[in-house]
């Protein structure tokens, strides 16, 4: 009964999380400059609402009285899930959570405009805002979790992750990453690239994104299409919202986006439908969902074997040219160029601008460096990491990401146990048939490997878990080494 | 103290109701088919904590201290308007609000596909069970308010609105409408009408309608245009969604719609900034809404000086043609024809839609007539009324309105009070000046008297009160019927 009462309240958080995705959405893609104050206060009560739902004094005696309840296996794990969540939404005092939603809806609104103006000085005193609001989040939760400040933010997106582990991975990143980039950069320096020659108008460059996300199986029934400063996936599992941004320029960048948001959405898209509304329904983490955009933008996408899929689409689209030959278009897909922005980065260079602003965040939160030194501690690494410098250059350097605008410091990891978890994903799949061979012929079987091993779990298996007994190993970055070393210097 | 504690109340419910409004605005725009249960469980969700929130049991204490404290005049009616609200609110038990939003979403979301399908047999099942619902939120209302049962569900739309004055004005118009429709139609018959011809592509359409909001001081940094099956104004005041449905057939149409529209959007608008998250700085009524998108398309846009404004834009859109000559434009939009769809009606046959609907809602909450009989019913009236028969053609008969599938019943009369009210507004400002001049050379003139007289008086004042203290006389269908007399047979 009790399990039933608290199985009741976390179906009305997933509505009212419904609202707030949706409005969130909506935020990003639709509304006016002149809605925002109004839309802040809007979503800041509603954060307020789920906070405050959480705080029911009710349900620390239904969670007392459910776990005497004999209760299925998977109800059993589905009652953890909901007092894994319900402990950890619980540790902030209401006026921070205002605090925090009002200062990040802001922030983020400001930096739209202020990025572009490539505005530090405007951004700096609302990201001091955003920041003091989080380090008072990162103590608080540290000292109720027993956990370091900078691993309880972490925690939000990694259950069970903690830096030192971090420190670990990424040290061994480290350690053959420079010398890779540089192999492939020599490999590389010789090849002849041919740049796809434009205009690519925005219409059609979104008619050939909808019959990628078709191809990979995207549900249009339960979800859409639209364009955003950011790209991102939101909106519901039943109702998926994707984004992506157009260059007239370029087609290359779209495309690619829409398919990597495409993996995030087929993985909300595959989670249980009878569990989704509940905690143990929802997404395991942010690193595996990450790993399903990475699977479908990294193993899947710019695999040779689909590219050459791609090859005649685009020409369908835009007309012929000797650029979209397929194995042009894959030497594009796979150039490897040390560059400023993230989320432009290749593969190869894609950890290093993790390693950087994981580094940073984590000083930011346990008070070893103050918002003011971001820019000059930003063009430092980027100095150190891929030869690059910022110095002025806000707009490519410290203002590109949208993460720490609303304060979500921790996430970034995540991008990186992605690509890792992606690639040993593959490597699994590998094992079994090779994936060229499924790319060529039988994409859905790639689908369905995933739907059984990854979607369908959804949070029944905690990560570790999760990843050993879809790959048969846990988190390891040796098949993410070997995808790279196979893919840019075999 | 109270005072302040019942504003905060307030705001955050306008808060909340942001969220639903902009999730509203979504569902009719943007959201796949797949997304509609979800959704229908998140509005839901939304509705009953809406309605708790105006349960809360420490609002009778506050309202009762308020009382006593020391209030300048508007904090005094604006408690009012709260406690009206609050009591309002609070007649119904919360299953009933529950299952009315289920219900409601569930009957609206099928509707969308069934009218095109005239599909009157599986509409009726989702329709009856709105109806009962609808039924028993009557009877608690009318128990509570000492009113009749419709006069309960009118009391939402139009506070102050008895249907024995309805019975009266109606009866009023009863007496000439037939006789006057008689008569235009005599005097049109002789009249040469060039119809444009299309195709009229709809990205043009667009930019003529956004070009013709800007015109009528549609604030687009508040809010923007979009595409719906059927047309509205939602969103918030701070960010108004309006919708329009194009066909490439007929530019006058969706032109028309996104006129009247922008009237309903520029009162949201214009409402005094200071009081908008209060119920005093909210639309005084329904029929106060509806008279100023019946000003903005009656009295403005039909009138022969903002034709002859309008015709130079189509020219410009879409190349000149014989029919865009005002003279011809203004026959187009002045042409009267009994027609079987209410949203197409003319000016002058349109109150025959609205006392045909206001019957047969009475009946069917009053109990005296079953959702079943209502396509009979219906064509009997279309007969009697305008001539016309609808059996079995429910789409464009008793399928064609939004506003029943939900349980909008006592909507309808706000139209024909709106057209009534915005003749005596229009009056008011002749006295002033003649339209004609205002319309060709100070438009915003006119807008400024709207926005002094209607719009910044938000519920400062009762209906009544509101409309004798801008047009010097309470509601009265003598400006109505000299405006008709005056433009159609003048």
């Known amino acids: 009964m009790s399990y039933t009462f608290l199985s009741q309240h976390f179906e009305q958080r997933y509505h ?45 005696d239904w969670f007392a009285a459910a776990e005497q309840e004999p209760l299925a296996p998977q109800h059993t794990v589905s009652l953890a899930e909901m007092r894994r969540q319900w402990h950890d939404a619980t540790l902030l005092p209401e006026e921070l959570v205002r605090a ?54 972490l925690e939000q997106y990694e259950p069970g992750m903690r830096s030192e582990r971090l420190d670990t991975l990424f040290g061994d990143i480290k350690s053959w990453l420079p010398g890779l980039i540089t192999q492939v950069q ?28 078709a191809l990979l199986g995207f549900d249009f029934d339960h979800g859409r299409l639209d364009v955003s400063v950011h790209p991102f996936c939101g909106g519901v599992s039943e109702d998926v919202r994707l984004t992506t941004r157009y260059n007239e320029q370029d087609v290359t960048q779209a495309l690619m986006g829409i398919i990597h948001e495409t993996g995030h959405a087929r993985y909300e898209q595959g989670l249980p439908a009878h569990w989704r509304r509940l905690p143990v329904g929802q997404a395991r983490s942010m690193g595996i969902h990450e790993s399903q955009s990475l699977f479908f933008e990294m193993q899947l996408a710019r695999h040779p074997a689909f590219i050459a899929r791609l ?41 290093a601008h993790i390693m950087l602003r994981y580094e940073i965040e984590r000083d930011l939160i346990e008070g070893k460096m103050e918002a003011r030194d971001l820019p000059e501690r930003w063009d430092q690494l980027m100095q150190s990491y891929l030869g690059l410098g910022t110095k002025g ?75 050993e007994q879809a790959c048969g190993q846990p988190l390891d970055a040796t098949a993410f080494r070997q995808h790279l070393q196979t893919r840019y210097l075999g």
Not at 19 to 43: F, H, K, V, Y
Not at 188 to 212: H, S, W
Not at 316 to 342: C, E, K, W
Request: net charge negative; hydrophobic share 40%.
């Open 186 to 213: 020599d490999k590389q320096r010789d090849e002849t690239l041919l740049q796809p020659k434009g205009p690519f108008a925005i219409e059609q460059q979104r008619a050939l994104g909808l019959e990628v996300m």
């Open 16 to 60: 009212l999380q419904h609202l707030g995705a949706i409005c969130g959405w909506d935020q990003s893609t639709m509304m006016p400059p002149g809605g925002s104050e109004a839309r802040a206060e809007a979503m800041s009560t509603l954060a307020v609402l789920c906070h405050q739902q959480l705080q029911d004094p009710r349900l620390a």
């Open 311 to 351: 090859a005649p689409l685009l020409e369908r689209h835009f007309g012929a040219q000797p650029a979209f030959s397929p194995d042009n278009m894959a030497r594009l897909y796979t150039r490897v160029t040390p560059g400023l922005i993230r989320v432009d980065a290749d593969e190869v260079t894609y950890p």
């Open 100 to 153: 925090m939603s009002l200062a990040g809806s802001r922030c983020e609104h400001a930096w739209r405009s202020l990025r572009p103006a490539n505005d530090w000085a405007g951004y700096l005193p609302l990201f001091e805002e955003v920041l003091n609001l989080s380090r008072q989040a990162a103590s608080a939760r540290a000292e109720a979790l027993g956990l370091s400040q900078y691993d309880s933010l």
């Open 393 to 467: 250059n806000y707009r490519d350097g410290c203002l590109q990401d949208i993460h720490w605008t609303d304060g979500s410091f921790g996430y970034f990891p995540s991008y990186t146990l992605g690509a890792i978890y992606a690639a040993q994903q593959a490597a699994a799949i590998q094992q079994l048939t090779p994936l060229e061979q499924l790319i060529e012929n039988r994409l859905t079987s790639v689908f369905s490997w995933l739907q059984k091993n990854i979607w369908q779990q959804a949070s029944l298996l905690d990560t570790d878990r999760l990843i």
